[in-house]
């Protein structure tokens, strides 16, 4: 929810920077914007690369218990 905030906070500041002329104002903007955009792009990787280990973890254990099944069978 932040990164939607700092880029909502980094747009307005952006936007008051150009229309008063304040470049300081208007850069400052533009790097709390791409902030924002950085942390929301950090975020869904970090949701993927966790999907990804708990698909990994469930096919581990799928396979310990097809091993187990095996070794029990003999």
Do not use: N
């Not at 905030?5 to 791409?34: F, I, P, S, W, Y």
Request: proline share 0%.
């Amino acid at each position: 929810m932040g990164e939607k905030t700092d880029q909502a906070k980094g747009r307005v500041k952006e936007a008051a920077g150009a229309l008063t002329g304040d470049k300081d104002l208007e850069a400052e903007g533009k790097a709390d914007r791409r902030a924002g955009e950085a942390k929301e792009k950090l975020g869904h990787a970090k949701d993927k690369i966790s999907e990804v280990v708990d698909k990994v973890e469930e096919k581990a254990k799928e396979v310990v218990d097809k091993a187990k099944d095996e070794l029990h069978r003999k």
